[in-house]
């Protein structure tokens, strides 16, 4: 089979590491691809969100299945317009990726089918949105409804934040229509956890939990970023709050789902709260984590095409995952000043010294290759704010976090930052209350 992955991250490296060991699989195309994915797949220059480039391509180069990385693509409804023209193509279409596109679209299904999430308002209106943050107080949660690369939600610790947070979205219009609709919740205390799932809109297949780091610095401190690190599964979910999570989440919300007709299809992400051992949804993703799948496909022992391929032709009720029992750990090494302004182009060294590592992957983001016919070695530069995926296997948190950051050692480019503690969160936690 030919395959295209659409997307440049980590994500997307992984993914087309995972796929590549498929004996269904002959030929890997990445769009646009990044320093990694030029190792393993053929890079094709078409932008994630130009899907009628992507649909032509796909048509000429008769690709037997596409694979979005991203959000994007699928909130513009790239599933609906591929599979008019009769391609395979992995992921919801245009009507369900509404669950990531929309915030208030998400929480509406979540109230129709009795999901647990923070009790919320919507505003279209900036006069009654000001009222309803002083009548609750902080801390409250401000969201821009539509996409808003991450940056749309703002946790306010009081109501001046909160209230320079719906100015910015309403009247500034610093995310545009994104910011039309405002919904304002209640700020849930607790541990956040990532739960991801294949589903042909009937079926529901798991994969383990994972913990994303989501703030720059050590101790959960500083701005957002898309993801510092994740590490699985995810300590506090103990067996008692995964069957929580598949019995009063996915499953109310995938069978919700068909008796409107509609039929979800590909990987569904929950971004989770547990408090006091009960799951809250925070938000719904249509595709697959970054950082969190890089710490999750290193463990998973089944063929990953294969599970797509079941998903898309909704025959995933014979399928049970078959996993690595040990722990693994991805650490993001980023560019100086990410999340803010950083700088491009710079030359990374010593990436070959983990070639040889044991239960050592080495997953690209932000990076590029640079043709260097001096060279038989492949030399790379930064490309973005987030350039690698450094990620282990190990039995113990602690002999993983040893092995990851020792391998990071060998790997230097000016200005490179990262976290110290990816993993800490499971040491830190007594799962044992639950
Ligand atoms: P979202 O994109 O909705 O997941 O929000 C981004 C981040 O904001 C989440 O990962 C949480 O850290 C935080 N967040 C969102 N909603 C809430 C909430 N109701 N209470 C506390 N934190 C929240
Ligand atoms: N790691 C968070 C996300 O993929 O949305």
């Given at each position: 089979?030919?395959?295209?992955?659409?997307?440049?991250?980590?994500?997307?490296?992984?993914?087309?590491?995972?796929?590549?060991?498929?004996?269904?699989?002959?030929?890997i195309?990445?769009?646009?691809?990044?320093?990694?994915?030029?190792?393993?797949?053929?890079?094709?220059d078409?932008?994630?969100?130009?899907?009628?480039?992507?649909?032509?391509?796909?048509?000429?180069?008769?690709?037997?299945?596409?694979?979005?990385?991203?959000?994007?693509?699928?909130?513009?409804?790239?599933?609906?317009?591929?599979?008019?023209?009769?391609?395979?193509i992995?992921?919801?279409k245009?009507?369900?990726?509404?669950?990531?596109?929309?915030?208030?679209?998400?929480?509406?299904?979540?109230?129709?089918?009795?999901?647990?999430?923070?009790?919320?308002?919507?505003?279209?209106?900036?006069?009654?949105?000001?009222?309803?943050?002083?009548?609750?107080?902080?801390?409250?949660?401000?969201?821009?409804?539509?996409?808003?690369?991450?940056?749309?939600?703002?946790?306010?610790?009081?109501?001046?934040?909160?209230?320079?947070?719906?100015?910015?979205?309403?009247?500034?219009?610093?995310?545009?229509?994104?910011?039309?609709?405002?919904?304002?919740?209640?700020?849930?205390?607790?541990?956040?956890?990532?739960?991801?799932?294949?589903?042909?809109?009937?079926?529901?297949?798991?994969?383990?939990?994972?913990?994303?780091?989501?703030?720059?610095?050590?101790?959960?401190?500083?701005?957002?970023?898309?993801?510092?690190?994740?590490?699985?599964?995810?300590?506090?979910?103990?067996?008692?709050?995964?069957?929580?999570?598949?019995?009063?989440?996915?499953?109310?919300?995938?069978?919700?789902?068909?008796?409107?007709?509609?039929?979800?299809?590909?990987?569904?992400?929950?971004?989770?709260?547990?408090?006091?051992?009960?799951?809250?949804?925070?938000?719904?993703?249509?595709?697959?984590?970054?950082?969190?799948?890089?710490?999750?496909?290193?463990?998973?022992?089944?063929?990953?095409?294969?599970?797509?391929?079941?998903?898309?032709?909704?025959?995933?009720?014979?399928?049970?995952?078959?996993?690595?029992?040990r722990?693994?750990?991805?650490?993001?090494?980023?560019?100086?000043?990410?999340?803010?302004?950083?700088?491009?182009?710079?030359?990374?060294?010593?990436?070959?010294?983990l070639?040889?590592?044991?239960?050592?992957?080495?997953?690209?983001?932000?990076?590029?290759?640079?043709?260097?016919?001096?060279?038989?070695?492949?030399?790379?530069?930064?490309?973005?704010?987030?350039?690698?995926?450094?990620?282990?296997?190990?039995s113990?948190?602690e002999e993983?976090q040893?092995?990851?950051?020792?391998?990071?050692?060998?790997?230097?480019?000016?200005?490179?930052?990262?976290?110290?503690?990816?993993?800490?969160?499971?040491?830190?936690?007594?799962?044992?209350?639950?």
């Open positions: 089979m030919k395959i295209l992955i659409i997307g440049s991250g980590g994500r997307e490296h992984c993914l087309a590491w995972k796929i590549a060991q498929s004996p269904l699989v002959d030929k195309y990445c769009a646009p691809g990044n320093g990694g994915t030029s190792l393993i797949a053929r890079n094709v078409i932008r994630a969100t130009d899907i009628d480039s992507l649909l032509k391509f796909a048509q000429n180069e008769l690709i037997d299945l596409t694979v979005a990385g991203s959000e994007a693509p699928l909130v513009e409804g790239i599933v609906d317009k591929f599979e008019k023209n009769g391609l395979k992995f992921g919801p245009k009507e369900l990726a509404l669950l990531e596109g929309s915030k208030i679209f998400a929480k509406e299904v979540m109230k129709r089918y009795g999901i647990f999430t923070a009790e919320f308002e919507v505003f279209d209106n900036l006069p009654k949105a000001r009222e309803y943050i002083e009548k609750k107080g902080a801390p409250i949660v401000v969201k821009a409804d539509g996409l808003a690369a991450g940056k749309g939600v703002i946790v306010a610790k009081s109501i001046e934040e909160a209230q320079q947070a719906i100015e910015i979205i309403m009247c500034e219009r610093k995310f545009g229509a994104s910011g039309d609709r405002v919904i304002i919740e209640d700020c849930l205390q607790g541990e956040e956890v990532s739960i991801m799932v294949f589903t042909d809109g009937e079926n529901i297949v798991p994969l383990v939990s994972s913990q994303d780091h989501k703030r720059v610095f050590d101790g959960d401190r500083g701005s957002n970023t898309g993801g510092m690190g994740a590490y699985a599964p995810a300590a506090i979910v103990t067996n008692v709050v995964f069957e929580k999570i598949i019995k009063n989440i996915f499953k109310p919300l995938i069978e919700g789902l068909k008796k409107e007709g509609k039929i979800y299809k590909g990987v569904l992400y929950a971004g989770l709260m547990i408090k006091d051992g009960e799951p809250y949804v925070l938000e719904f993703n249509v595709r697959f984590g970054d950082p969190e799948i890089q710490a999750i496909l290193p463990k998973l022992n089944s063929d990953l095409m294969d599970v797509m391929l079941k998903t898309i032709d909704g025959r995933l009720e014979s399928v049970e995952l078959e996993w690595d029992e722990f693994c750990l991805c650490v993001v090494l980023a560019s100086g000043g990410y999340p803010g302004n950083y700088e491009k182009g710079k030359k990374i060294t010593g990436l070959e010294k070639e040889n590592m044991e239960d050592i992957f080495l997953f690209h983001a932000g990076t590029k290759q640079t043709p260097n016919s001096e060279l038989r070695t492949p030399n790379f530069v930064t490309n973005g704010g987030r350039v690698l995926n450094v990620v282990g296997l190990g113990t948190i993983t040893g092995k990851v950051y020792k391998a990071i050692e060998n790997i230097n480019f000016e200005n490179m930052h990262y976290r110290r503690d990816i993993g800490d969160k499971a040491l830190k936690c007594c799962a044992e209350k639950y």
